[in-house]
């Protein structure tokens, strides 16, 4: 089983990876708080929307209705992660593949049936 | 081209689950044209009876396929056969609930279902990512049949606590999972197996870690401590039927897939035993404590059900067939009495403004003989009394345990079962012998629930005097699992 049984340490240069790359980004900041001037005032804390002056909070409720949305967009998301993989693999994979698609697709399709008849798709 | 004829794609395998999907698909599909709430109940009991007789049809017949995802087994086949039968219960005992409480809808027998199925692929396999992959497919429709009674605070926050814990315990299991691939390179339980002992001498952290995580995933499904935290508002926030279908199913599905994991694929792991002995007490210990003071039928239930989750953990610290066995003998018999014991308090429920407080429960015996004697029965059941099957399993477990020479194990059991009495007889002594000012309403029968009631009555007393089938049963789900 010497070849199957990969060892753990493969995945060190992940975490060496993980490592670096949070370490670079706090670098840069320690670096660039060393060399920058320091002259704070009231405009500077701002929020920057295209040199508008900003009108009211911008912590006020969104609207929730959003969230129908977001959870139709994440089921239609997930559908072509998976169906990348299989348009690659397409031409090993044959016929079966393809009706199990169809099946896949069909069940999602379901899916957005369902919630157009429940209304989801309305903003009402 | 990849060879599909080696593969074993053989839909016959998982034809209960096609069946349980297919249904919900009708009802959804059904009710989303047209408005209708008592027709899919009816749909979703032909596609459970289907289903049930498609499982048992698959009884001994040991086969793996889909490219080895799929181990259709005895020992699923057990599991498929009690999650078919449990769901159709439930379905049962719910029904006038819902109306009682407005929450008729259709998406409640799907989602049912569908959980039912996430149950059934989970205990079908021996690849920890398809065993993810079913946990997932039974939460997710539960945290939703938990916050159900949409309009119900309590039910709200069930849902809530639910999900975040669920989802928490999920990550750890995910963890759990990719640290065990990262020590064998494989989730197959078949080919962890095989090199158990080769992994751990040489990825030995990895492989313990990854158990332990893999632990805490499933201990959170079945309510071990200290994972148990979540039970009791969770099981008194959500509507009751959904609750006596939390205290059953997702419990068996829990304890499936761990003996598969920790008696199968990580059975050369000695430290496990010890670590089960430990956490096996605790559970017993600490949901039976909890549950001497609870005023609340349905905590007690809660609380209750964590203790038996104890017991049956005794089967995962004793290991071997005699263990695994007595832990699917009692899971089968927990499931009945317990449902039973949920049954009656989802009648009592379905009058308006009832919470199964104990200080309702008096007049129960006055007014309704009937009622309130399988209360008590089931109440002896679960504390372990002779006549009826609750003592067996108790007996099989800790027997088990004995002849594999856990003495202290089985006797801290038996005296947590001495304790628990204390509690399951103050439900009996509230409906008898005590008096209340008020009146008690009278509770209306249907035929739904009067069928439950008979089946799990029957079965708690029926399997006690005749053991024999059930413990066949149990035993040949075993050999083809070891």
């Known amino acids: 089983m010497e070849g199957t049984a990969n060892s753990m340490s493969e995945y060190l240069s992940v975490l060496i990876f993980i490592f670096v790359g949070i370490g670079s980004v706090l670098f840069t900041f320690f670096l660039s708080r060393l060399i920058r001037p ?36 994440v089921i239609f998301d997930v559908e072509v ?33 369902y919630a157009w008849r429940k209304g989801a798709l309305k903003w009402v | 081209m990849i060879d599909y004829t080696s593969a074993g794609i053989d839909f016959g395998l998982i034809a209960p689950e096609i069946a349980l999907l297919v249904t919900a698909f009708v009802i959804l599909l059904i009710s989303s044209i047209r408005r209708l709430n008592a027709f899919p109940i009816y749909i979703a009991f032909i596609g459970l ?35 078919s039968a449990t769901s159709l219960l439930v379905l049962l005992l719910g029904y006038r609930y819902m109306i009682a409480r407005g929450i008729d809808r259709p998406e ?32 997710v429709p539960l945290y939703v049949m938990a916050g159900f009674a949409r309009r119900s605070l309590r039910s709200n926050e069930a849902a809530i606590k639910y999900f975040m814990m669920g989802a928490f315990a999920s990550a750890f299991l995910l963890m759990g999972i990719a640290f065990v691939y990262g020590a064998s390179g494989t989730t197959e339980l078949r080919r962890i197996v095989a090199d158990i002992s080769f992994i751990s001498s040489r990825h030995g952290a990895y492989i313990y870690a990854g158990a332990a995580l893999i632990l805490v995933g499933f201990g959170f499904k079945v309510a071990a401590v200290p994972f148990h935290s979540w039970v009791p508002d969770v099981y008194e926030g959500a509507p009751t039927p959904v609750t006596a279908f939390f205290s059953v199913a997702p419990k068996a599905a829990g304890f499936a897939v761990m003996l598969r994991i920790f008696l199968f694929g990580f059975a050369d792991l000695e430290i496990l035993s010890d670590v089960f002995w430990v956490l096996s007490v605790l559970t017993m210990s600490v949901g039976n404590i909890l549950a001497l003071r609870q005023g609340n039928v349905k905590r007690l239930l809660a609380y209750s059900s964590i203790a038996h989750a104890g017991y049956i953990m005794v089967a995962l610290a004793v290991g071997g067939e005699e263990a695994v066995s007595a ?7 927990y499931t009945i009495f317990n449902l039973g014991g949920f049954a009656v308090v989802t009648l009592l429920e379905t009058r308006s403004g009832c919470r199964s407080n104990f200080s309702e429960l008096p007049g129960l015996a006055a007014t309704h003989p009937y009622l309130s004697a399988i209360l008590a029965l089931f ?43 204390y509690y399951y007889l103050r439900v009996v002594k509230a409906s008898y012998f005590e008096t209340s000012d008020e009146p008690f309403t009278p509770v209306s029968y249907t035929p739904a629930i009067v069928a439950v009631l008979i089946i799990t009555a029957v079965g708690t007393l029926g399997l006690g005097f005749f053991p024999q089938q059930l413990l066949e049963f149990s035993r040949s789900a075993i050999f083809a699992f070891l």
């Open chain 1, 38 to 73: 320091h002259n704070p005032y009231k405009e500077k804390s701002i929020p920057y929307e295209c040199a508008e002056l900003p009108i009211g909070d911008s912590w006020f409720k969104f609207n929730n209705r959003f969230y129908i949305f977001a959870l139709m967009f």
């Open chain 1, 81 to 113: 992660v998976f169906l990348f993989p299989w348009a690659v693999a397409f031409g090993e994979l044959g016929l079966f593949a393809l009706v199990e698609m169809i099946i896949f697709i069909l069940i999602l399709f379901f899916g957005l049936f």
């Open chain 2, 379 to 421: 109440m002896l059941a679960l504390g372990g009394f002779p006549p009826t099957v609750g003592f067996l399993g108790k007996f099989y477990l800790f027997a088990a345990a004995i002849k594999s020479g856990y003495i202290w194990l089985a006797v801290i059991g038996v005296m947590n079962s001495f304790l628990s009495v």
């Open chain 2, 49 to 83: 009876v289907v289903t049930l007789a498609l499982s048992i049809q698959q009884w001994s017949n040991q086969e793996s396929g889909f490219f080895g995802m799929i181990s259709c087994d005895n020992f699923g086949i057990a599991f498929k056969i009690l999650f």
């Open chain 2, 108 to 139: 409640y027998s799907a989602l049912l279902l569908i959980s039912t199925m996430g149950m059934m692929v989970m205990a079908n396999t021996t690849d920890l990512v398809v065993m993810f992959l079913g946990l997932e497919i039974m939460s």
């Open chain 2, 327 to 333: 832990a699917i003998f009692y899971l089968v018999a």
